[in-house]
């Protein structure tokens, strides 16, 4: 009988529940990029984890939902928000995503390596981030393309999806949808004991487009 999969809290709960930091506290890369010549308005940091992007966004001018599902993420979020002094710009939230999804629309929403060992319904999140998107907005959706070398035999032994799969996934509208990158790209990375690699990224950016009435 298979074991059933891990509850989403318990183990990011697990996670972010040492002293140490996790992750870098810099800006992902790819969102960085997109959002250089994009105006401020409201984004949404899906799976925020520690803030650096939430934060990042807040000190560009962004008014930003960030959401994570463990208590001890939004922690050090709120931390690093009020560290930088952007705490007014953010609004923090836990929700699983897999059964809850914060309320409106926004300019960007944003899903950052968005996997999980353990429980995540992974399609329906997407969707329902494509949903939260305002027209004229943009939906930005950054993967693993393969697992890292130094990864676990248990991370090797996951199937990251494609460009391809993601998209079909989504299952959107072309006609409501603009495509402005479906890509994958490969970047430079070090290792945890320091080791180099050329990690390879997923990037998909689409546009809510303006749907205009025949005549």
């Not at 401020?40 to 925020?48: M, S």
């Not at 032994?157 to 479906?182: I, S």
Request: net charge negative; with cysteine.
């Amino acid at each position: 009988m298979t074991e059933p999969a891990q509850d989403a809290r318990e183990f990011w709960e697990q996670f972010y529940g040492g002293d140490e930091r996790v992750w870098s506290g810099q800006v992902n890369a790819h969102l960085a990029e997109v959002t250089a010549d994009l105006a401020p308005g409201r984004a949404l940091d899906l799976g925020c984890g520690e803030g650096a992007d939430a934060v990042w966004l807040a000190e560009d001018g962004w008014q930003v939902v960030a959401v994570d599902v463990a208590d001890n993420a939004l922690r050090r979020a709120r931390t690093a928000a009020a560290q930088r002094g952007e705490s007014s710009r953010i609004h923090f939230e836990r929700h699983d995503l897999s059964t809850s999804f914060p309320d409106g629309r926004f300019d960007l929403v944003s899903a950052q390596f968005l996997h999980s060992p353990a429980r995540l319904d992974r399609e329906t999140v997407l969707r329902r981030a494509a949903d939260a998107v305002a027209v004229g907005g943009r939906l930005l959706i950054v993967d693993h393309g393969a697992a890292p070398p130094w990864a676990g035999e248990h991370v090797h032994e996951h199937h990251f999806a494609t460009v391809d799969e993601v998209l079909a996934g989504l299952a959107l509208d072309d006609k409501q949808w603009e495509r402005l990158r479906a890509e994958t790209v490969d970047r430079d990375a070090v290792g945890p004991d320091g080791q180099a690699a050329t990690l390879s990224d997923n990037v998909i950016l689409l546009r809510r487009q303006v749907v205009h009435a025949a005549s």
